[in-house]
């Protein structure tokens, strides 16, 4: 299971690397902004939690993150080099596999370091949605998360199933499939329906 | 007096995620990018200050700030959705009082990790300032903190007036209640009269 | 030699505040504006590195760095006031010492502190170049080190050069003097004769 675990964990970080190197594309940056914006969306949820835990953070002593970031964004450039096009659909299921891991995964971290349910649920959607926000803020545009899109609130959705079945006294490894399940489940409905929640605001004007 | 602290902790919480959320309501974010400006805005500061102190970071374990915080922006959006204005005056006063209080209370707990009083000082604005840094910088906005208004310089006023009085002697608590009401009067009079302070640079050009 | 660092530490901490002092001035900013840009960006990458690597801030009990910061930005201003331009290569040359300094410093704190060699460089890297990064964050632009001049490929290849020697046996002090001549050499080089490296992304489009 452990040993699952390892490689769901790569596979998340290597999609998330992967929208980052395309954001540095679309920005039309050099070779370190690609490798730096890659890396930051695949880590940078995860350090943030680190730190607010004040929990070794995870990638000081396993390069394996690293290969596996280097790996997606250079398989990334030569893809679209090659103008290859990667589907946009298996970008999303990829991605949605992997923030089910990183969202549990965070919020059991959380739990184990003591936190309260509720903390943990933001820490886990904290770890599945910082990323790519220091991309987007590095791209210089508002976030993506906060733009409509039924994504942060599937996090919350599945640490609260995850959450809850502990509270009911299920072991950790059901609820944290349960957990993965549920939001994986609503991030796909999401992408398959264009789910999406009402944005707030002056809906008059357009967006600046 | 630890328990008006608290209170006037929670104050300064709610007034700062009130902020945060009619930022967000500016930029036609989604409810969760309310809630997400809401929450930088109110605790970034404060977390900021206790990672680089490696001091516990305060909201892991306490759940009353989230309470505040999602009151203030639940009222907000309700108040903004029926066309209510806050009038713009009651949230400047309701934010000086947060203010007074966040500054000197991150400069007092610079002090207990052993820092100069220079560095307590910053430590202190830090807490005061960068939870709307963080917000701003979400927006996509260059930090209104650096755009000329009497803001950041009441914080330092305040955190001297406090750690001159602690070294002239005085006790902790009449130092911090010199210290806030110092920053409280500097900050109602700038409101007041529209201080200013000298903006730097090419003045002939307009801002991009 | 310990007391040439220091001095070297304080030179590349002041260059670096010059760059954060302009950067404000070209945006129009207030005083602390000024002040605010000037120590992020000097402080700003060994800050991040020290909270990854779970190590005090060094600034926290050393006011020097400060000191070093406000006289260099209190000087650039005096001298943009006045019309005197500092002339740019002058500058770029000192930003390269100060850098060489910097990056391999911080390469060999991240090694002390038991990292590989890899993560090390990254480190020291980061220390090298974040604060540039959050600085051209709050002046919200898209970081500088993105955009094809040869600057965080100098960095990684003076770290490179350090770790190789330390893995051939070389002992401490002629290794991280190496590194720094490595760096510094291929970063004036750089400058020379305007090296760059290829930008990625859509050629046709010009820059948003």
Known sequence: ??????????LGIAVFAVSGTLAAWRKQMDGFGVIVLATVTAIGGGTL????LDSPVIWLTDNSYFLAIFSAAVLTI?????????????L???DAIGLAFF??????????????????????????????????????????VFRGELYAITCIFGGLVYVQ???????????MLAGMVALLALRLAAIRWHLTIPVFGKKANDLR
């Not at 939690?49 to 607010?52: F, G, K, P, S, T």
């Open 49 to 52: 939690r680190d730190l607010i």
């Open 103 to 144: 969202v549990i995964m965070g919020t059991q971290k959380a739990l184990d370091h003591g936190t309260s349910g509720f903390v943990a649920i933001m820490l886990g959607t904290m770890s599945g949605v910082c990323g790519g926000m220091i991309r987007d803020v590095l791209c210089r545009e508002i976030p993506m």
């Open 78 to 90: 030569l893809l679209v080099r090659n103008r290859l096009v990667i589907p946009n659909n298996t």
């Open 1 to 10: 299971m452990e040993l699952y675990f390892h490689w769901f964990d790569l």
């Open 165 to 175: 079945l502990l509270g009911f006294g299920l072991a950790q490894m059901p609820a």
């Open 92 to 94: 999303q299921i990829a």
